[in-house]
């Protein structure tokens, strides 16, 4: 029998357990989404802090990638500094700073801990050239950045979770419009990831198979919901979408922790990233978005070998009201199929 066509579906989440609402009757046509209105923004270049970051009053760079991509020491780019691509700064602002790793401590009825940690900020050349444009060479390069400070990162004493993300755009939370992301190290391991850490864990138990494999498996076998794949990594549009248009992309071989990542693993990663962006930014009209890492913790006692790390984008198609900030639940206006089917032939 054939299975009747509701006006919306509940899909249930395999790693978290939360349910999100996929809204068949309201789904609009793919290519309304390009035509949602958007308030463009961008700030002169003549007062971008980013143009010449060191006199513009930020700091030293801690990495400096030169215009043909090499990786430069501190003390002998200094001479030549205009010749830059990628640069890597401590946060002017920082929401978490330097300080001594203690343990919580008590006011009245509550936990409390220093916010230790360290906050840098990713930026690249162009003054409006977002990852959606980047080409091949510049997204290794991006990508390669984030793998060298969460190395770095790594090795300090009260780091537990280093969180990797770029905002594009007003209504993806950026203050500036030049092209930045973020690295962030803090002392605890936040609440979203340690759901996801005890979702794959608990069906590890169960299962004996990591969820993600399971999830990526049955996503290649299915096909619907895949934009761009190659040999080793893959991106499609999650079966339980929160939002329209989101993607996920995987590395398709296990892997819990996004830095163990060899160089070869890298460039084909940064290939789906790469063209993920670009097709959201030709298919839909360029909209804002952000894109972040989610890996195991840098430090725990548990060995984190259940989880397979993997990058999540989420392109600004809808805004949280009542029923989402009431209930948790996510309304997604398009299926994630239709949204796959049209980012994939999507030309870039
Ligand atoms: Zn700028
Ligand atoms: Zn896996």
Redesign the pocket.
Known sequence: MEKRQFLSELRRDLVTGDWVLIAKGRAKRPNVFADLKKEKFSQP?RL?P??APQKSGNLDPLLVYDRKGRRKIFSEWKDNPTDWFLQVLPNKFPAIGQGVCEDTHEVGPYLVMDGVGSHEVVITRN?TKHPGYFSGEEMNLLVGAYKERYLALMTRECVKYISIFHNNGRAAGASLS?PHSQIMAIPIVPLDIRRSLGGSEKYYQNHKKCVHCVMLEWEITDRKRIIFENELAIAFCPFISRAAFEIKIFPKIHQSYFEKINENELKMFSEVLRISLAKLRCGLNDPDYNFYIHTAPVKDEVDWHHYHWHVEILPKTGVWAGFELGTGIEISTIEPEKAAEYLRKVKV
Do not use: G, L
Request: charged share 15%; with cysteine.
């Open positions: 270049i971008c980013f143009e003054h030049h």
